[in-house]
């Protein structure tokens, strides 16, 4: 059974940082994908960054230049860098790993909370 564990939410005032970290539990097989996705109450989860195993890397473009995300493959790790953080940041930030062997499936965490204060 895959986990999926995120940290480093909280709270950060317009203009700061926060780092957000993922690690998957439970197989020691790599995920083809792993990303970050965020909702926003009213709207979709949407894409907020994505990596590849290949290191392909995938931004939303209201993030471009603002968050980086990286990947440590020895713990199938990835984190997410997130800069010069605006309220429109402010939401529940979910993990997401993609398998296409072993573990074969969609996988989620169960989100850890991102606010920014004007």
């Known amino acids: 059974q895959v986990r999926l564990v995120e940290s480093g939410g909280g709270l950060v005032q317009a203009g700061g940082s926060l780092r957000l970290s993922c690690s998957a539990s439970g197989t020691r097989i790599g995920a083809k994908t792993m990303g970050w996705y965020r909702q926003i109450p009213g709207k979709q989860r949407e894409l907020v960054a994505s990596?590849?195993?290949?290191?392909?890397?995938n931004y939303a473009d209201f993030v471009k230049g603002r968050f980086t995300i990286s990947r440590l493959y020895a713990k199938n790790t990835i984190y997410l860098q997130m800069s010069s953080l605006q309220p429109e940041d402010t939401g529940t930030y979910y993990c997401?790993?993609?398998?296409?062997?072993?573990?074969?499936?969609?996988?989620w965490g169960q989100g850890t909370q991102v606010t920014v204060s004007s």
């Open positions: 997401n790993a993609q398998f296409i062997v072993g573990p074969i499936g969609n996988h």
């Open positions: 990596i590849t195993n290949g290191d392909r890397t």
